[in-house]
């Protein structure tokens, strides 16, 4: 796990698109799970509605208490994934969902009080004979931390792929942080999300996304 974290060159933020409601995720998680860090937007629908996420993927990186917790302030909701075949990816996340609250609440984002909308994601469950930590195990994590759970093989299934962004956005919705959330934001990062068209393709050996479908969203 390459410890040497750089955000990508920067690039300017793209228009937002007229009619789409616009939601900023962050993807959290030990390395080998399956992610790359990268940053990018997809226009997706979310029970009819035009919903643009801004996707802000750090899976897999090892950085600094202060870098991780900028990403955490700049995000609206969250996904927490971790490999079915790596056993330290799954004991990373209560850290990472205690880290999310403990940021949530040093903000001021409006009046509500509601937890900060988060997803447990196990990946890869298509490796069954390499599996370390069992169905149960993650349900009952989740469960505890009352946190919605799914167990998917991103390489394998678009629709469990979509599943996961689609029941971030109601949960967002359902918290109320789409209409509490709106401050001014001073991270760097938010010039750095490039508008990338819907064809566009990055080269699937280096574990990057290809934004020409959701499934990559969780590329194994």
Known sequence: MNSNFQLPRPLKRAQHLAGCRTVRVAILGQGAV????????????V????????????????????LIEEKIKWAEGFIIAYSVTDRCSFDEVLRLRFLISHVHSSLK?????APPPVVIVA????????????????DGIAQALKCPFFEISARDSYEETVGVFNLLYREMATSGVLSTFRRKVSSKLMDKIPRIPSNATMSLSTRSFSLSSVK???TD
């Open 34 to 45: 399956g992610k790359t860090e990268t940053i990018y937007r997809h226009v997706s629908s």
């Open 47 to 66: 029970d009819g509605e035009c919903v643009q996420f801004e996707v802000l993927d750090t899976a897999g990186q090892e950085e600094d208490a202060m």
């Open 109 to 113: 984002r409006g009046h509500s009080d």
């Open 123 to 138: 990946n890869k469950k298509d490796l069954e004979y390499d599996r370390m930590v069992t169905t149960e195990e993650g």
């Open 216 to 218: 990559d969203f969780l």
